[in-house]
């Protein structure tokens, strides 16, 4: 019984890593579909969660005796279920479209380490806590995974693996590198590198008022970066069930 139960738990560990190594691999060679793809998960993840949830919250708000009518929930529910899946569309385009291959090639890494760590976390949530892991991971893991995404992005920086953007190579790249009508490609590698600037601006700007060390740890919770974590979380959320789901089968 304990060698089929070590089985069983290697298959689901190896699934799980496979089904990670694909949505990584999915986002470093097809960027577009897999941002449409992102943003139609968030959204129909997002219609199923958040009528469920605003059900029981919308009542908190308001006096006793009143309810809110569930055409009234089921509008807020999409309206907010498809704001979320534009916000998920639009950055996972932003985090994967771009010119530099080997950018890209360590963004994906960075990415398919924090979606295992997001999956890790629900399973534990789940098995110790008895947590709805799709409810959890949808409105619960963005943040941890922002910041598990934002920093590994800054450590990836430091080593060298992204090079740093200066003003100069900003400048150079707007004016001389950066056609009057650029591609999809070249205004998100654009955005990517004006990102990085911000990010090293806000990080020059903390230095004034707390140690180098300590300016670094703040930049990574005030980078751009940390909206990454909610496509993380979706692709979490997805895996999680799907690994569940078969487990229960």
């Known amino acids: 019984m304990i060698v089929v139960r070590i089985l069983v738990n290697a298959l689901v560990l190896f699934l799980e890593l496979g089904l990670v190594f ?7 060679h097809y960027p577009v579909p897999f941002a449409a793809a992102t943003g139609c998960i968030a ?31 089921a509008a ?38 924090c979606v295992f760590l997001g999956t890790s976390v629900l399973r534990r949530l789940s098995l110790s806590l008895g947590a709805v892991q799709s409810r959890w991971g949808f409105f619960r893991l963005a943040p941890l995974l922002g910041i598990a995404f934002s920093a590994g992005i800054a450590g990836v920086a430091q080593f060298g693996f992204i090079p740093r953007t200066m003003l100069s190579d ?58 990454t974590g909610f496509v993380a979380a979706v692709y979490a959320v997805l895996i999680a069930e799907i690994v569940r789901h078969l487990e229960r089968r």
């Open 43 to 73: 959204l129909l993840l997002g219609l199923a969660l958040e009528r469920s949830r605003l059900t029981h919250e919308l009542p908190y708000y308001m006096e006793a005796g009143h309810r809110p009518r569930t055409v009234f929930i």
């Open 22 to 28: 694909a949505v990584a691999w999915l986002a470093w």
């Open 76 to 113: 807020v529910a999409g309206g907010e279920a498809a704001v979320k899946g534009l916000l998920a569309g639009v950055a996972a385009l932003l985090t994967f479209s771009g010119t530099d291959a080997g950018r890209l090639g360590y963004v994906a890494i960075v990415f398919g380490i």
């Open 170 to 227: 900003l400048t150079r790249r707007v004016l001389w590198d950066t056609p009057e009508r650029p591609s999809l490609e070249q205004a998100s590698e654009l955005l990517f590198q004006f990102k990085q600037y911000f990010d090293a601006v806000v990080q020059s700007l903390l230095r004034i008022v707390v140690p180098p060390d300590a300016a670094q740890a703040v930049g990574v919770f005030l980078s751009v970066n940390m909206l």
